[in-house]
């Protein structure tokens, strides 16, 4: 007998039910100040069987939290039309269906919607109870599809986001919507080929892309039950920067050293005209070996300095411990946030990214956490708040919802959340606060 692969087996392997439970056991003391929802995505394949981590349908994980109680657990498939009605992404024509996504990496807000998102379709529309409302265009104006990392400017509420494709000639769309939610903006971007763009960076006055030598492989899409994208040697690799106040205008691109990054922690515009990134670095991705497989990377923290006058970048390793799902203050997105964290094994990690010191939180042997999403204590863009993560406990067989001081990640939890279900290993997800604190 076969062995199951390991994206279908222990945390990894799918749950099978929808539930919903109400006044939820808790361990330690709720912030009173939280009130809302934390919801995290992740794929959870209906029929129990995917080729890929990547591919299973989407599941929100949600818990409600109001005056210091644990109000209520629910997790809801995102009912797509690959879901419901067995939609594929491209027909026999190569005409391409920008509903049939999984919808299974984020779950994110703008002007009042709550949108669930994978970077290969539309963004699927929910209800306040994780109900599907359907695919979501912008009014008919959308006509790619959209990055599961969009990022909200929080000086003007607009969305940045990118849509690409692996067929269409134009690959490359970036894509800007206002504060009410209007898309206003589309223009395509010239690149050599159809690189695989998971995550981009914003700052006050610049769009970041990063086109990587991860490269669309025609082999391995006919194959089927894999990724279709292989390390390509012969791509380069480059940051994009595109200024803010043209948005039409030049996009200057920079090389740097070939690598591949599927998240960024943050990035700034710098007093000295130079633009900063932190990222999460990995030295390659999904190269083929002589029989066909991959090798397994991990990545780490590293600070990349774009100098536009010079035409340079300077790279920088900040840390050797492997890790992920880096994050900031959303309120801090595009500004220069004093500190980031990211999930490293059993591990939350803090970055002061001034002094370069690190702290972190163990939850010890066997308890895995996921990414962390901040929530704000007040209305200070990097001030004081908590850490929401969904934390799994293999000799427990069931998950958590710890709540962690932010400043100080050494100290016990603030409090756990006992959870009627596992919660299988995901990806992002955010605190969406009942009014969110600016």
Known sequence: MTAAPRHLTGNYAPVTEELTAHDLPVTGALPPELSGWYLRNGPNPADAA??????????????????????????RWVRTSRLTDGARMYDGDGRRDLTAGPA???????????????????????????????????????HTAMTAHPKTCPATGELHFFGYGMLE?????????????ELVLSRPVEVPGPTMLHDFALTAGHVVLMDLPVVFDVELALAGGTMPYSWDDGHGARLGLLRRDDPHGRVRWFPVGPCYVFHVLNAHDAPDGTVVLYVMRYPQMWRRDADGGTRPQQAVLWKWTVDPAAGTVREEQCDDRPGEFPRVDDRLTGLAAGHGHMTSGTSLVRYDLSSGAVTAHDFGPGRTPGEAAFAPADGTPGGPG?????VYDAAAGRSDLVVLDADDLTAPPVAAIHLPARVPFGFHGNWLADQPLH
């Open 169 to 181: 000639p134009t690959h490359l769309t970036y894509h800007r919507a206002d504060a009410d939610g």
């Open 104 to 142: 299974n990496t984020h779950v994110v807000r703008h002007a009042g919607r709550t949108l669930a998102l994978v970077e290969t379709a539309l963004p699927y529309e929910l209800t306040c109870d994780l109900d599907t409302k359907g695919p979501y265009d912008f009014g008919g104006r959308l």
């Open 50 to 75: 995917s080729g890929h981590w990547f591919f299973g349908d989407g599941m929100i994980h949600g818990v409600r939290l109001e005056g210091g109680r644990a109000v209520s657990y629910r997790n």
């Open 386 to 390: 908590w850490l929401l993560t969904y």
